[in-house]
T-cell receptor
Framework: DAGITQSPRHKVTETGTPVTLRCHQT?????MYWYRQDPGHGLRLIHY???????DKGEVSDGYSVSRSKTEDFLLTLESATSSQTSVYFC???????????????FGPGTRLTVL | AQKVTQAQTEISVVEKEDVTLDCVYE???????LFWYKQPPSGELVFLIR??????QNEISGRYSWNFQKSTSSFNFTITASQVVDSAVYFC???????????FGKGTSLLVTP
């Protein structure tokens, strides 16, 4: 199994509070991703990173920011949590995307976030 | 635009039946990759297979098989002699070199009953 951990695994918070989710990998993979999973929507990309300090927006990035100060850690921050951000959040890693094709993404165990 | 459609929202079968999960994709790219992931009730996402657009050869892995047909833009997944442990949500996903991440279908929930 790919070495990916997410913390916390469960969190309940109140509307308006800041929340940071952490993804940590031990595989030294270049690419890291944050997805959210909601019933009826499958998985949707929030942000991704293609290297240290290199990040970009995904399909549903509004209300979220990310940071990657070192290869192994990718942080997702909800500056002011809203009830619509109640979801399961998955981190994923991938070795490469180019020249050789898309490598499979390996997923962390997920974080269940509830915003009251 | 890239899109993955899994038209079957839920499927219920009795153990030992064969079941096929459909996946239809859309992309303008000639180079792309298709994936299947399994999400059991425990919630983790498990990688099952990756195929590239230049390889239409069908693949079999134990009770699992995949049928890739570019002519119909489909990448269907068949489970032979289903078992209760196959109960899960299965996601089909697409990656193309003009994009930057996987595009997932909405998933098919498979329930296998004894």
């Amino acid at each position: 199994d790919a070495g990916i951990t997410q913390s916390p695994r469960h969190k309940v918070t109140e509307t308006g509070t800041p929340v940071t989710l952490r993804c940590h990998q031990t595989e030294n993979h270049r690419y890291m991703y944050w997805y959210r999973q909601d019933p009826g929507h499958g998985l949707r990309l929030i942000h991704y990173s293609y290297g240290v300090k290199d990040t970009d927006k995904g399909e549903v990035s509004d209300g979220y920011s990310v940071s990657r100060s070192k290869t192994e850690d990718f942080l997702l921050t909800l500056e002011s949590a809203t009830s619509s951000q109640t979801s399961v959040y998955f981190c994923a890693i991938s070795e490469s995307q180019s020249s050789g094709g898309a490598n499979e993404q390996f997923f962390g165990p997920g974080t269940r976030l509830t915003v009251l | 635009a890239q899109k993955v459609t899994q038209a079957q929202t839920e499927i219920s079968v009795v153990e030992k039946e064969d079941v096929t999960l459909d996946c239809v994709y859309e992309t303008r790219d000639t180079t792309y990759y298709l994936f299947w992931y399994k999400q059991p009730p425990s919630g983790e996402l498990v990688f099952l297979i990756r195929r590239n657009s230049f390889d239409e050869q069908n693949e079999i892995s134990g009770r699992y098989s995949w049928n890739f047909q570019k002519s119909t833009s489909s990448f269907n997944f068949t489970i032979t002699a289903s078992q209760v442990v196959d109960s899960a949500v299965y996601f089909c996903a697409l990656f193309s070199n003009s994009g930057y991440a996987l595009n997932f279908g909405k998933g098919t929930s498979l329930l296998v009953t004894p």
